[in-house]
């Protein structure tokens, strides 16, 4: 008798966080989801491989490219595949990464400096339109090009990403005793 099946269980009804009436601004909770990226294994583990998997060895690039490319060193002595693949894996753990671009006189991108994406707010209008960065502990806000922003898995009409973590809180709580 499968009539009283599926009673139990229950999903409560979740929307987005899109922008409000008078714009909205949205600092993406880094210093929680880093907690559980140093603290649980699995999922530093799991993050570590998406990372390793989405850049593999090398970036393949045309010469004009690759030129390019080799000019990006983010805070010191990166490869511009070790500055990407630390953007994608600080997006994948939560939600979002930064990084400023620099670029020369002629407006041309000479670097990607990671930025702290706990001190990083991301500044909409009323449409939803993202229109700046704003640091913490710095006068001006960053203007739309001036900032590589990657948001893992957004969804709608939000305009941070959702943390690769958050969909494995509870039960990693559980397989950890924290509940």
């Keep these: 008798d499968f009539s009283n099946q599926g009673t139990e269980f ?28 140093r603290q649980i294994p699995e999922f530093r583990a799991v993050i570590n491989k998406f990372a390793s998997w989405t850049f593999g060895r090398a970036i393949k690039a045309d ?5 390019k490319l080799k000019k990006l060193r983010g805070s010191g002595k990166d490869t511009p595949r070790s500055v990407l693949k630390n953007a ?18 002629q407006g041309r991108l000479t670097n ?21 960065y704003e640091q913490e502990g710095r006068a001006e806000v960053y203007n739309v090009d001036e900032i590589f922003h990657l948001s893992y898995e957004r969804i709608a009409d939000e305009i941070h990403g959702i943390p690769f973590p958050e969909a494995l809180e509870e039960l990693t709580k559980i397989a950890n005793n924290y509940l």
């Excluded at 966080?17 to 601004?25: F, I, K, L, S």
């Excluded at 010469?63 to 030129?67: D, I, L, Q, R």
């Excluded at 990607?112 to 700046?132: F, M, Q, Y």
């Design 10 to 37: 229950s999903v409560s009804y979740q929307d987005t966080d899109g922008t409000e009436v008078n714009g909205t601004a949205y600092i993406p909770n880094f210093k929680k989801w880093h907690g559980y990226y």
């Design 88 to 105: 994608w894996r600080v997006a994948m753990i939560c939600g979002d990464s930064f990084a400023h671009e620099i670029k020369d006189s």
């Design 112 to 132: 990607l400096k990671p930025l702290n994406t706990g001190k990083i707010a991301i500044i909409a209008n009323s449409e939803g339109i993202i229109i700046g």
């Design 63 to 67: 010469k004009k490219n690759e030129e």
